[in-house]
């Protein structure tokens, strides 16, 4: 179990902790995982309705420190993004970035997922949506 | 100022006991013999070595020092007990009894000889983590042949009782072996008092050297005969051939003569200890649970679950303490523990576990500064936490449809 230096600080110093209002027409909110695997992941992310950028993201996890840093790390890269480049990030983008081992890269596919869901809750909520 | 990193995983290895590196010290270097050299003096010596730790492992728990067999190990040990029963008394029965929340060195054996054509009823425990004798009673046949439950379980330190299940077995005529790895030398355990035939133990796990482990056998009322699993020289009354590890046998024995001598003041310091652990964390944390029941458990145990706090991000935050947990994440197969789903401890809360194993070399102090640390990280990890603040919400996660699939 050793950890990537980056893994570390993210577990240490998470970007983004904490909760949007998900009643909020603007906020589009991502919750993936189940208790019973181990990790649960929610993802908010405050989209500009004129711009389609998503202007602030927040998450909190409930998982191992590669689904913290994993999650985390999500946040910081869909800010200032558009709807569309959110969801072109991958999860072998995450693995890459945090050196996660095989082992963790569930953790990775939990947090596209997550950016996924988000994405989706935010344009159920507009109907039309912004193609991406 | 404590000394970190602490070490409290003592249920996983104990650090040896300096006293006990000493007695094997000259069997590390001028006293090289091999103890079944019979014509010189560098064999008698290791010889007289390895009968004095025969005496000493077998004044640990009440046994005469010719039912000692040495060996690598206690893996080894519980692979000799149960292939070496099913295999010599194949003619007479080919059932097994053993339960599910036993050791993977037993369940694995116990599955091996399956294939073999044995048949093996695997017994549920309760909460608590306790076999229920009655399960017992009706599980035996005629076919029966060996019974292994072990004395106390190595995540939650929970003690069945052994001598109830060992009169059962006597009473039916079914050898009764037991994994006492986790108890000898930190409980009290004598193999006539409790009716056992054959007993696994351990020296790394009292304060003594890895590598070395041992099998009480019975040689009378009754005599339990074994077929060896390893072939060769014929060593150790032909129930486990190969050069006697002198060095690790000395220290083996070193270290259960202590655990004998110490074991009423060191056991009343473990439990002090790890009431002094358990009521702290229990004081500053709500949504906490003690895995197993906490009257039959080992002294120096505590199993707990920190409700939405994934275990092995706990054990990322507290770096500087060395503890284990069920977690999925902590283990290679990625499911969590087995023997806390044994004990019907949810998968959430499993995922969520801890185990402390305090040992002869933990102090108060210690001890409060594992306290400390937990308690500020399950804090900061559950702010953290979906999970804490659905629950907060008043949101049974129990009833939220979980996306599994992703």
């Known amino acids: 179990m050793a950890y990537s230096d980056k893994v570390i600080d993210h577990y240490n110093n998470p970007r983004n902790v904490g909760s949007l209002p998900k009643e909020d027409p603007n906020v589009g909110t991502g919750l993936v995982g189940a208790p019973e695997c181990g990790d649960v992941m929610?993802?908010?992310?405050k989209?500009?309705?004129?711009?389609?950028?998503?202007?602030d993201a927040k998450f909190k996890t409930f998982g191992c420190g590669s689904a913290i840093a994993s999650s985390s790390l999500a946040t910081e890269w869909v800010k200032g993004k558009t709807l569309g480049e959110a969801?072109?990030?991958k999860n072998t983008d995450i693995v890459k970035e945090l050196s996660l081992p095989p082992v963790k890269i569930h953790c990775s596919v939990l947090a596209e997922d997550a950016i996924k869901a988000a994405v989706t809750d935010w344009k159920k909520k507009h109907g039309d949506g912004l193609t991406s | 100022m404590v000394k970190l990193p602490i070490y409290m995983d003592?249920?996983?290895t104990t650090p040896l006991d300096p006293r006990v590196l000493k007695a094997m010290m000259p069997y590390l270097t001028d006293q090289f013999g091999n103890a079944a050299s019979r014509n010189h003096k560098f064999g008698w010596e290791a010889e007289e070595a390895v009968e004095e730790a025969r005496r000493q492992i077998a004044a640990l728990i009440g046994a005469d020092a010719r039912e000692i067999v040495f060996t690598s190990g206690a893996t080894e040990s519980d692979n000799l007990a149960v292939k070496g029963v099913a295999w010599m008394y194949r003619e007479k029965g080919?059932?097994?009894?053993?339960?599910?929340?036993e050791h993977k060195a037993i369940l694995d054996t116990c599955k091996h000889l399956e294939k073999e054509g044995f048949r093996v009823t695997f017994l549920p425990v309760d909460s608590k983590g306790l076999v229920d004798l009655d399960d017992l009673r009706k599980a035996i046949t005629d076919k029966t042949i060996l019974i292994s439950i072990m004395t106390a379980n190595n995540e939650v330190g929970v003690i069945q009782d052994i001598k109830a299940i060992g009169k059962i077995a006597r009473e039916r005529g079914v050898l009764f072996h037991t994994d006492?790895?986790?108890a000898a030398g930190k409980v009290p355990f004598n193999v006539n008092e409790m009716n056992v035939d054959i007993a696994s133990l351990s020296a790394h796990k009292f304060y003594g050297p890895k590598g070395v482990g041992a099998l009480y056998v019975r040689r009378r009322n009754p005599r339990v005969l074994l077929t060896p699993i390893i072939d060769g020289g014929g060593h150790e009354r032909g129930m486990r051939s190969g050069t006697l590890n002198v060095p690790g046998i000395a220290g083996f024995g070193k270290a259960a003569q202590i655990a004998r001598e110490e074991m009423p003041k060191e056991s009343a310091e473990m439990f002090r200890l790890r009431e002094r652990l358990r009521t702290t964390l229990e004081r500053e944390l709500d949504e906490i649970y003690i895995n197993g029941d906490l009257q039959r458990r080992l002294p120096g145990n505590l199993n707990m679950s920190f409700a939405y706090v994934e275990g092995e991000s706990l054990l990322m935050g507290i770096n500087d303490v060395a503890v284990s947990s069920g977690s999925a994440c902590t283990s290679a197969s990625l499911e969590p523990s087995y023997v806390l789903k044994a004990l019907g401890v949810g998968e959430d809360l499993a995922h969520t576990s801890i185990r402390f194993g305090i040992g002869r070399f933990n102090?108060?102090?210690e001890v409060d500064y594992v306290a400390g640390r937990v308690t500020e990280v399950v804090r900061r990890l559950r702010e953290l936490s979906p999970l804490y603040e659905m629950a907060k919400e008043g949101i049974d996660l129990k009833s939220?449809?979980?996306a599994t699939e992703a």
């Open chain 1, 47 to 55: 989209v500009n309705e004129e711009s389609g950028v998503i202007e």
């Open chain 1, 42 to 45: 929610k993802l908010q992310i």
């Open chain 1, 87 to 89: 969801l072109a990030i």
């Open chain 2, 94 to 101: 080919d059932h097994i009894i053993t339960a599910v929340t």
């Open chain 2, 400 to 402: 939220v449809h979980w």
């Open chain 2, 180 to 182: 006492a790895v986790q």
């Open chain 2, 10 to 12: 003592n249920h996983a």
């Open chain 2, 363 to 365: 102090t108060e102090e």
